[in-house]
């Protein structure tokens, strides 16, 4: 017997709000796509352009634990702040980041990382220095490579030495939407 | 290559894959308005267990008898709602029968544990049974006096 989508959302929402979660996540729409979007108590801990959310659900449940369900009100906020992020009406995300996904050097860097400010763009080399690290540029791509939580820890901002757009996890295109959308290339 | 060992689904697939089957069969046994808070209630519980859970083999069965389990506390709560006070000596020897043949069945293999504790401590039909463990009312007999001649067995040599 189906159950209906009333008693599916009310469990949804009852597991999330019983604390018993270690990840709610859900599909966010943007004019770039389609966003895997998740978070545990402590914050938002993942973004994804990955067309097939199946592997990232499979990937939190063995990394974070296996309680992950989809329940839309635990991204709400992040939902919200995407929405007008996208529509050019916030500059800054004011969201709580868990980065338990992320190793030491890699938190260092994204630490920095989220200093980069709205609308302009550094790059891997200069990204190293500030990370204390000034002859990890090639490290530095890497851990944007793997950044867990793209667009709100802006990888999309950093750029080659020569000012190309190098690479993103989400696809070159989508890089540059989005530094279109801030202003940062015309 | 080696057959893995049943890692545990994320919960999300879990829920997904055996909720139709449990809403149903707490329609059946409870009258739909109120299947719809003892479902919730079964998926809390499961969640609630579910990072003690060692392996992902038979979660039909393990929530199956947590949806028995809730159906029948549904069932227990609606008389003792009349029941005056003074009657908590009556309450304590009450304890279930469910509950003490789940303890007992802990050892049995999952299939047999589940078809003991369902025919035994609910009472449920074998077509039933059958259907919660995904197999046939003959196998879902089979199991349960499998089980139970494990059982005597057991208590034969304590």
Same mark, same amino acid.
């Given at each position: 017997?189906?159950?209906?989508?009333?008693?599916?959302?009310?469990?949804?929402?009852?597991?999330? !709000?019983?604390?018993?979660?270690? =990840?709610?996540?859900?599909?966010?729409?943007?004019?770039?796509?389609?966003?895997?979007?998740?978070?545990?108590?402590?914050?938002?801990?993942?973004?994804?352009?990955?067309? !097939?959310?199946?592997? =990232? *659900?499979?990937?939190?449940?063995?990394?974070?634990?296996?309680?992950?369900?989809?329940?839309?009100?635990?991204?709400?906020?992040?939902?919200?702040?995407?929405? !007008?992020?996208?529509?050019?009406?916030?500059?800054?995300?004011?969201?709580?980041?868990?980065?338990?996904?992320?190793?030491?050097?890699?938190?260092?860097?994204?630490?920095?990382?989220?200093? =980069?400010?709205?609308?302009? *763009?550094?790059?891997?080399?200069?990204?190293?220095?500030?990370?204390?690290?000034?002859?990890?540029?090639?490290?530095?791509?890497?851990?944007?490579?793997?950044?867990?939580?793209?667009?709100?820890?802006?990888?999309?901002?950093?750029?080659?030495?020569?000012?190309?757009?190098?690479?993103?996890?989400?696809?070159?295109?989508?890089?540059?939407?989005?530094?279109?959308?801030?202003?940062?290339?015309? | 290559?080696?057959?893995?060992?049943?890692?545990?689904?994320?919960? /999300?697939?879990?829920?997904?894959?055996?909720?139709?089957?449990?809403?149903?069969?707490?329609?059946?046994?409870?009258?739909?308005? %109120?299947?719809?808070?003892?479902?919730?209630?079964?998926?809390?519980?499961?969640?609630?267990?579910? /990072?003690?859970?060692?392996?992902?083999?038979?979660?039909? %069965?393990?929530?199956?008898?947590?949806?028995?389990?809730?159906? @029948?506390?549904?069932?227990?709560?609606?008389? @003792?709602?009349?029941?005056?006070?003074?009657?908590?000596?009556?309450?304590?020897?009450?304890?279930?029968?469910?509950?003490?043949?789940?303890?007992?069945?802990?050892?049995?293999?999952?299939? /047999?544990?589940? %078809?003991?504790?369902?025919?035994?401590?609910?009472?449920?039909?074998? @077509? /039933?049974?059958?259907? %919660?463990?995904?197999?046939?009312?003959?196998?879902?007999?089979?199991?349960? @006096?499998?089980?139970?001649?494990?059982?005597?067995?057991?208590?034969?040599?304590?």
């Amino acid at each position: 017997m189906k159950i209906s989508p009333e008693l599916d959302r009310r469990f949804r929402d009852a597991a999330a !709000e019983s604390g018993l979660l270690d =990840v709610a996540y859900d599909m966010v729409d943007t004019p770039i796509g389609s966003l895997f979007v998740a978070a545990t108590d402590a914050g938002l801990c993942r973004i994804s352009y990955d067309p !097939e959310p199946e592997r =990232v *659900v499979e990937n939190l449940a063995r990394t974070v634990g296996a309680r992950v369900l989809r329940s839309a009100r635990p991204v709400d906020e992040t939902r919200r702040q995407l929405a !007008e992020y996208f529509e050019r009406q916030r500059t800054e995300f004011e969201l709580d980041i868990d980065l338990r996904l992320a190793a030491d050097f890699s938190r260092r860097v994204l630490d920095e990382l989220a200093r =980069v400010p709205y609308g302009e *763009v550094t790059t891997y080399g200069e990204l190293a220095r500030r990370a204390k690290r000034p002859r990890a540029a090639r490290a530095v791509g890497t851990v944007m490579n793997r950044n867990p939580i793209p667009i709100v820890l802006p990888c999309h901002r950093v750029v080659g030495a020569s000012g190309s757009l190098t690479g993103y996890g989400g696809g070159l295109d989508r890089k540059e939407a989005l530094l279109r959308l801030e202003g940062a290339i015309l | 290559m080696m057959e893995a060992v049943a890692t545990i689904p994320p919960f /999300e697939h879990f829920y997904a894959e055996h909720r139709d089957a449990i809403f149903g069969f707490l329609a059946r046994r409870l009258g739909r308005p %109120a299947a719809e808070d003892a479902f919730q209630e079964t998926f809390l519980r499961a969640l609630r267990a579910y /990072e003690r859970l060692e392996h992902g083999r038979h979660l039909r %069965a393990w929530v199956f008898t947590i949806a028995a389990r809730v159906a @029948s506390d549904v069932h227990r709560a609606k008389p @003792s709602d009349k029941v005056s006070l003074g009657s908590e000596a009556v309450a304590e020897d009450s304890r279930p029968a469910y509950l003490e043949l789940e303890h007992l069945a802990d050892e049995l293999p999952p299939a /047999e544990r589940a %078809a003991v504790v369902l025919r035994y401590g609910y009472d449920l039909p074998y @077509s /039933e049974i059958g259907a %919660a463990l995904g197999s046939s009312a003959d196998a879902a007999r089979q199991a349960a @006096s499998s089980g139970i001649r494990r059982l005597r067995r057991k208590e034969g040599l304590a």
